[in-house]
T-cell receptor
Framework: GDSVTQMEGPVTLSEEAFLTINCTYTATGYPSLFWYVQYPGEGLQLLLKATKADDKGSNKGFEATYRKETTSFHLEKGSVQVSDSAVYFCALSERDSSYKLIFGSGTRLLVRP | NAGVTQTPKFRILKIGQSMTLQCTQDMNHNYMYWYRQDPGMGLKLIYYSVGAGITDKGEVPNGYNVSRSTTEDFPLRLELAAPSQTSVYFC????????????FGEGSWLTVV
């Protein structure tokens, strides 16, 4: 079945460093791809999404490009802040009748001042 | 601005007890979902519903039941609670369209002792 694989964390960076969190997927069709963020003690919030190949999702300085040829959707940010410390989840949405999300295991990001 | 509302936020159950997690959304979304998140893990789908009167199993349905009598409400019932059901539970909803955002509630922390 469909699946999502993320790099394991925690990822620890200094403020203003460059961030990459790798995400690859396996899917039989053409899924939509998402990054969700979870701050401590809170629910998940959509960070960005892409619905077709070569689309770039972006929000709050974060970017990810839907790469069909490498089945990847890596999350990047040019300069992280302490407030970016959270758990980041990559997910795909099947284009079947349910549109349910399949999540990766999450990557914890710690940004130090 | 209610969105997806879950109750209770925290609950401690004894082994063998039963309870219902309530979920309601005020966005008129047809699709609703229940996920569980175990410590350090991604979210796994328990049950989902594509509309009132229609429910279906996700990845990890054992030990749970759901009903969807209205568009707004999607309660999750735990029967005969077990320690393995200690988790954080998230309800979510989505409008009917591929690639659309899934909106999450704030979560319900359940401990079975």
């Amino acid at each position: 079945g469909d699946s999502v694989t993320q790099m394991e964390g925690p990822v620890t960076l200094s403020e203003e460093a460059f961030l990459t969190i790798n995400c690859t997927y396996t899917a039989t069709g053409y899924p939509s791809l998402f990054w969700y963020v979870q701050y401590p003690g809170e629910g998940l919030q959509l960070l960005l999404k892409a619905t077709k190949a070569d689309d770039k999702g972006s929000n709050k300085g974060f970017e990810a490009t839907y790469r069909k040829e490498t089945t990847s959707f890596h999350l990047e940010k040019g300069s992280v802040q302490v407030s970016d410390s959270a758990v980041y989840f990559c997910a795909l949405s099947e284009r079947d009748s349910s549109y349910k999300l399949i999540f990766g295991s999450g990557t914890r990001l710690l940004v130090r001042p | 601005n209610a969105g997806v509302t879950q109750t209770p936020k925290f609950r401690i159950l004894k082994i063998g007890q039963s309870m219902t997690l309530q979920c309601t959304q005020d966005m008129n979304h047809n699709y609703m979902y229940w996920y569980r998140q175990d410590p350090g893990m991604g979210l796994k789908l328990i049950y989902y519903s594509v509309g009132a009167g229609i429910t279906d199993k996700g990845e990890v349905p054992n030990g749970y039941n759901v009903s969807r009598s209205t568009t707004e409400d999607f309660p999750l019932r735990l029967e005969l609670a077990a320690p393995s059901q200690t988790s954080v539970y998230f309800c979510a909803s989505s409008p009917v369209s591929a690639g659309n955002t899934i909106y999450f509630g704030e979560g319900s922390w359940l401990t079975v002792v």
